[in-house]
């Protein structure tokens, strides 16, 4: 029976959750559920400069709020740096591992060289062969990994298909440093191995990276067994819409970015970062459901993919249309100002989202339901309240006084008796009453507006403004 799929996602806490390792976080899950596997979240926190705690928050908070769970706690790399040397020095014992005794500045003479006969930057094995007791007394050491010199190593990636690089490209690196610190490349593989992680799937920025992995999973396999090579699926990065790497400029900002100021649902960003690179037919709107049920990595494409924020816009905007009312109320509330009427703005829900695009329109264009009088305008709507339009406001508020029944459908007949007695169309009307009810020139259609506000606030805000 084939092993149990177990994905990670391992992100650095050095900066928040970006649109990129979001999706690479979506694809990892997504392949762990459709497998009915695990998936599992590794914080490589080693780089304890850059490393906050606020961008730890950062991530666990955004995978959490795309609704991204996990089978176990995380595992902090930082943690586990014994462990990572204790397989260094298992390698040393086993001869596949080396103590490298050159100092810093022979280092530096050796690149200086290979800069000026324009060789390739490698590290020319210089201790690979040398009895340790060459090394002075007490001198310090690194530990290197002994790759092999000659042949190629192969991966038939999920994504990116049969890929080969020659062994002789890949130099000894350092695998445990002077200080006795673990390196990145060390410490992934031993993380990976001891959390059963069977599918490695990430940027292709990291394939280099694999061949360089790879010789620690063999050289362990051989000492110990039980170290299979894991199944790699390199995915494109995202480009923008200009076809250049995603940067901040194109929108490759953090999960809470596109969550707090640009009011982007959960489900829509879901939606878009699976579309983002991978594709079932046709489908546009695809449910959770339907994804863990879809998702699979012979859908990934080969090309980087490109972040079209117009497209991430229309896509929330079907998701808005979609959501429960009172899910809405609850992440519009907080967008309004204090004493914002949830019972109204619940009310209110069906008329005004169909036309927003996201949770920040929501709330612009609820704000007009809990606005004080006098109310303040805006510049476009200032001007529709000339002598005219004040004048057309007093004929609209005698004749709405006169209804006992306040509905649309009463009011709507009312104001176009109204314009017609008045030879007039109905938008000459419908103008001045939407800058007088609202103090903008957009809002929900302008008797809705009337029944939301109520007949004695709607009379009271007509009147406020009219001749």
């Known amino acids: 029976m084939a092993s149990e799929v177990v994905t990670r996602f391992a992100p650095s806490p050095t900066g928040f959750l970006h649109i990129g390792g979001a999706r690479t976080a979506l694809f990892n899950w997504l392949y762990a559920r459709h497998n009915e596997g695990k998936a599992l979240l590794r914080i490589e926190d080693t780089d304890k400069k850059r490393s906050t705690q606020e961008a730890i928050d950062a991530i666990l908070e955004g ?120 390196t990145y490349m060390l410490a992934v593989v031993v993380d990976d191995h001891d959390m059963g992680v069977t599918h490695v799937i990430r940027g292709d920025d990291h394939l280099n990276n694999a061949f360089r992995q790879l010789p620690i999973y063999r050289a362990m396999d051989a000492v110990e067994g039980g170290w299979p090579d894991p199944v790699y699926a390199h995915i494109p990065l995202i480009h923008g819409a200009d076809g250049a790497k995603l940067s901040k400029r194109h929108g490759s900002l953090g999960v809470e970015a596109y969550r707090d100021e640009m009011g982007i649902v959960s489900d829509a960003l879901f939606n878009y970062l699976l579309r983002l690179g991978w594709g079932h037919g046709d489908r546009e709107e695809i449910t959770r459901a339907e994804a863990v049920e879809l998702f699979d990595l012979s859908g990934v494409g080969k090309s980087p993919s490109r972040f079209d924020l117009k497209k991430l816009e229309s896509l929330n905007g079907y998701y808005i249309r979609e959501s429960d009312d009172q899910t809405l109320v609850e992440q519009v509330l907080p967008r309004l100002a204090d004493g914002a009427d949830a019972s109204l703005l619940l009310e209110a829900m069906p008329v005004l989202k169909p036309r927003a695009k996201n949770l920040n329109e929501l709330a612009e264009t609820a704000q007009f339901l809990f606005k004080t009088r006098p109310l303040e305008m805006s510049d476009k709507a200032a001007k529709l309240l000339d002598e005219e339009g004040r004048a057309r406001l007093a004929l609209v508020s005698a004749a709405l006084a006169k209804e006992k029944v306040w509905t649309i459908e009463t009011l709507e007949a009312t104001t176009k008796a109204l314009a017609e007695a008045q030879g007039l169309g109905l938008g000459k009307l419908a103008q001045p009453m939407r800058a007088a009810l609202t103090g903008t020139t957009t809002s929900p259609g302008i008797f809705d507006v009337l029944v939301l506000l109520g007949r004695d606030e709607a009379l009271a805000r007509l009147d406020a403004e009219s001749a």
């Open 63 to 182: 995978l959490d709020w795309l609704g991204l769970d996990y089978d176990e706690e995380p595992v902090f790399q930082s943690q586990r740096a014994d462990r990572h040397a204790e397989v260094a020095h298992t390698l040393l014992e086993a001869g596949h591992a080396y103590k490298c005794f050159a100092t810093p500045e022979e280092l530096e003479a050796m690149r200086a060289e290979q800069r000026a006969n324009k060789q390739p930057m490698r590290y020319d094995g210089r201790w690979r062969d040398r009895d340790p007791s060459e090394a002075p007394e007490g001198a310090s050491y690194t530990i290197r990994l002994k790759t092999p010199l000659e042949g190629e190593t192969t991966i038939v990636d999920e994504v990116q298909g049969k890929v080969s690089v020659a062994n002789a490209e890949i130099d000894d690196y350092i695998i445990l440093r002077a200080d006795g610190s673990p």
